[in-house]
């Protein structure tokens, strides 16, 4: 069965402050690995990383995939307190059939940024 | 505006009852899956719908169903509530074969007292 542990489970920091989210996995056929960000309710999209993309950045957001660890850092440079949130990763295994895209995710990393 | 519709927004439900949860897929999305937050936990996968047809399931007993209907939209019903049936229901959209990119929408509250 798919794996996503996520560390640590919540942080505070104060704006400005650089933060590193880690998540590791286990997943048979690994096909990518996603963050998103869930402030409410409705978690929003941030990344896909693949064997292809291993690295990617949005701004202050950039996350990169450790293949060989089977790991993933999410890193957000010069927090704001709006990017207080709850961070979830996930994983999608390479299934045959094409569209059966099951996501497994972990606890999440509840990030406050204090003013 | 997430393109992703879910209603109702809240509901509150008591033991044995049953509940139907509706979504509204993404324009253009025929794939939609339904997820299971409990407070304090990430999202769990309780199957996928893929052109009407149920294409893969996550661990969740028989009286957890639904249906898509052919504009795509979907339904999730769950029989006989139980007090752990309390939870963030969430219903993403994906355009199938594309990316598992998925569009969630902001999800129903149940609560079952």
């Known amino acids: 069965e798919d794996k996503v542990v996520q560390s640590p489970l919540s942080l505070v920091v104060h704006e400005g402050d650089t933060v590193t989210l880690n998540c590791s996995y286990e997943v048979t056929n690994f096909r990518s690995l996603l963050w998103y960000k869930q402030e409410k309710k409705a978690p929003t999209f941030l990344f896909m990383l693949?064997?292809?993309?291993i690295e990617k950045k949005s701004g202050r957001l950039s996350s990169i995939l450790d293949k060989k660890e089977l790991s993933s850092i999410l890193n957000i440079t010069a927090t704001q307190t709006g990017d207080s949130a709850i961070y979830l990763c996930a994983v999608c295994p390479l299934n045959s059939g094409g569209s059966n895209y099951k996501l497994t995710f972990g606890k999440g990393t509840l990030l406050t940024v204090n003013p | 505006e997430t393109g992703v519709t879910q209603s109702p927004t809240h509901l509150i439900k008591t033991r044995g009852q049953q509940v139907t949860l509706r979504c509204s897929s993404q324009s253009g999305h025929n794939t939609v899956s339904w997820y299971q937050q409990a407070l304090g936990q990430g999202p769990q996968f309780i199957f996928q719908?893929?052109?009407?047809?149920?294409?893969g399931r996550g661990n969740f007993p028989p009286r957890f169903s639904g249906l898509q209907f052919p504009n795509y939209s979907s339904e999730l019903n769950v029989n006989a509530l139980e007090l752990d049936d309390s939870a963030l229901y969430l219903c993403?959209?994906?355009?199938?074969?594309?990316?598992?990119?998925?569009?969630f929408g902001s999800g129903t509250r149940l609560t079952v007292v």
């Open positions: 693949t064997s292809s993309g």
């Open positions: 719908y893929y052109r009407e047809e149920e294409n």
């Open positions: 993403a959209s994906s355009p199938g074969s594309v990316r598992p990119g998925y569009t």
